[in-house]
């Protein structure tokens, strides 16, 4: 049997990043949610995830931050942006981070994240890509 998948979450929205957390948890994912970037490193150098879905705008720093500094600690990790500020210099920056594999705008659809984690575990191609997620 496959080991669970680990996404990291985040979100500086309590409501938000609860909300994605129990989405993520119900399709049988292991969750980490965070809501700082400071929070998102220290994550990073505790353990492995395989995919993690980051809010744009936090309280100390960027989802580009994120993923820049992420490229260091966890050079695989792909990263999807959730942004309600998506604009055209933004979409530049975003085209430049390899790491940053999918945007998605707020509010988003759960369910259109829910299938957008599968397609992206899916594709990451590791050796227990069999684990799909439930109801996606």
Do not use: C, W
């Not at 879905?53 to 989802?63: A, V």
């Amino acid at each position: 049997m496959a080991t669970a998948k680990h996404i990291l979450v985040l979100e500086d929205e309590p409501v938000i990043r609860e909300l994605v957390t129990e989405v993520l948890t119900l399709a049988g994912l292991t969750v980490t949610s965070v809501e700082t970037v400071a929070g998102a490193r220290a994550a990073l150098a505790a353990g492995t995830f395989d995919l993690a879905i980051s809010d744009f705008l936090l309280p100390d720093g960027t989802g580009l931050e994120f993923a820049r500094g992420a490229r260091e600690t966890a050079p695989s990790l792909r990263i999807v942006l959730v942004t309600a500020y998506l604009e055209p210099e933004l979409a530049d920056q975003v085209r430049g981070q390899p790491s940053i594999v999918e945007v998605m705008r707020k509010p988003m659809d759960v369910f259109q994240l829910r299938e957008a984690v599968s397609r992206l575990l899916r594709e990451g191609g590791e050796e227990n890509s069999e684990q799909e997620v439930e109801g996606a």
